[in-house]
């Protein structure tokens, strides 16, 4: 197979191409020959013309590239090494929703012959490659997993908005369903990956390392926002508390802030839902992504004590909230806490403005109920800095003076203004 892929006999595929697969996709194209397969038409038109629709791609990553995109399975059956990269949600309950997951393995089941490969690269729970997806790839292919066709798992380590760990650049793990195809998926992810690949001893293994990479990350900052509700209650300043420990060589850099995206805030979920038809009821998870979700509201509830304080009347207020992504200088919106506290200042009777350079008004709309304004005024209550955007550090006292009313309350989510700010009510994380 990897051979056969080196001179273009075999093609590879990439199913889903969102954050993770045009990525992936575009760097196996600059080497082999590719099939990228989508189900939205729209998206799959917009990569036809070199433009990636999530943002995170400059034009010239799709020059020199030897890719077919489409959505139609006939073309898909041309390809023998089939990555799926398809999102892995969560439902409104906080339960795994594996529509996509399935929906994709049924497209490759189509076109799956016998000695083809596929690899899963979306973030699941250990188990649900052999459990719920190879049945589906067997049931539509009609073919039988290990004799006919070679299963592998290998997750994916890029961070939106990152342009230093790209897909080419991070080691990536891989696993497969024997030590053979394990070999052959490596030497295939070696063609586009420099620092090479680490190989898992199982799918199961592989599938746990993933889940565990984000899940510390959640526990982590859980334990840095309630180590932050503690101080602020000391009247510390818990980045000022982080910024003295951290001097010590094994303290671990985390911040507290709030955790959205579809990635740190989603995953745990998984493991925890696995985890609970294993019969264990985890606690230490679940605490963390109980504190994470909460941040939004607890950062509302103290905004509007400051104002209160200030002898503000809260149906008079007008708040700016600066940022509305999950995280800075992207421009996704999926899962972002800012939402939370926009929605609880907004039950309090405080007016919420919000701008942000990257977002897109309609999306905001459709998604939270509410739209961007074009730019700030100048008569505001309380100013949110929710999201630490480039152009957001660069801002000074003297600008946010400029927004605000007298006795105005500064809120600074992530700290950036932290030792900056002497002529306003100041609050961080
Ligand atoms: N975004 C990240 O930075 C990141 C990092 C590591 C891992 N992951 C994981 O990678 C996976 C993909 O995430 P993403 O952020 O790239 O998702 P995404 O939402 O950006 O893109 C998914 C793409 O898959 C397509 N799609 C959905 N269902 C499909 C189907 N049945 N068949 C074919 N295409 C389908 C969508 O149209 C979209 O183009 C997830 O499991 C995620 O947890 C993401």
């Known amino acids: 197979m990897y051979n056969s892929i080196l001179k273009k006999e075999a093609k590879v595929a990439v199913i889903g191409l969102g954050y993770v697969g045009l990525p992936i996709a575009l760097a196996f194209a600059k080497k082999v020959s590719v099939i990228g397969f989508d189900i939205n038409e729209q998206r799959v038109n917009m990569m036809k013309q070199g433009i990636d629709p999530s943002q995170e791609l400059e034009p010239e990553a799709f020059i020199d590239c030897d890719i077919k995109f489409t959505t139609s399975i006939e073309e898909l059956r041309e390809a023998r090494f089939f ?27 189509k076109a799956l012959k016998k000695g083809d490969f596929v690899v899963y690269e979306s973030t699941v729970y250990p188990g649900c490659t052999e459990e719920d997806c190879i049945p589906v790839l067997e049931e539509v292919s009609g073919l039988k997993f290990n004799t006919d066709f070679k299963v592998g798992y290998s997750p994916e380590r890029i961070n939106p908005g990152d342009k230093e760990h790209t897909i080419t650049k991070i080691l990536k793990v891989v696993s497969g369903c024997d030590n053979d195809s394990a070999q052959t998926i490596a030497n ?32 982590n900052i859980a334990l840095m926002n309630e180590l932050s509700m503690i101080f602020s209650k000391m009247g510390i300043n818990t980045y000022e508390v ?56 607890y950062i509302a509830a103290q905004t509007v004590k400051k104002l209160s304080a200030a002898k503000k009347n809260l149906n008079d207020c007008v708040v700016l909230v600066m940022g509305a992504t999950f995280k800075e200088d992207v421009s996704d919106i999926r899962n972002s806490k800012v939402a939370d506290v926009i929605k609880e200042l907004k039950t309090f009777g405080v007016n919420v403005e919000v701008v942000d350079p990257h977002a897109e008004s309609d999306e905001l709309m459709h998604e939270y109920g509410f739209g961007l304004i074009e730019k700030p005024n100048n008569n505001y209550d309380a100013v949110v800095v929710a999201v630490s ?40 994380l």
């Open 242 to 297: 982080l910024q003295a420990a951290g001097t010590k060589w094994n303290f671990l850099k985390f911040y507290p802030g709030l955790v959205g995206g579809h990635c740190i805030g989603v995953d745990p979920y998984y493991l925890t839902y696995k985890a609970e038809s294993l019969g264990y009821h985890s606690k230490i998870i679940n605490s963390g992504r109980y504190i994470n979700d909460s941040m939004g509201a």
């Open 83 to 109: 990555i799926v990269a398809v999102p892995t949600p969560i439902d409104d309950h906080n339960l795994p929703d594996l529509k996509p997951l399935i929906g994709a393995s049924k497209s490759v089941g």
């Open 188 to 219: 295939v992810y070696k063609i586009i990956v420099e620092p090479g690949v680490h190989i898992a001893s199982s799918i199961k293994v592989a599938e746990a390392a993933k889940i565990i990479e984000n899940t510390q990350r959640d526990v």
């Open 389 to 428: 955007h480039a152009p957001y550090k660069l801002l000074n006292e003297n600008y946010f003076k400029s927004l605000m009313k007298p006795d105005a309350v500064l809120v600074d989510i992530k700290g950036i203004y932290r030792g900056q700010i002497n002529n306003l009510t100041y609050w961080s």
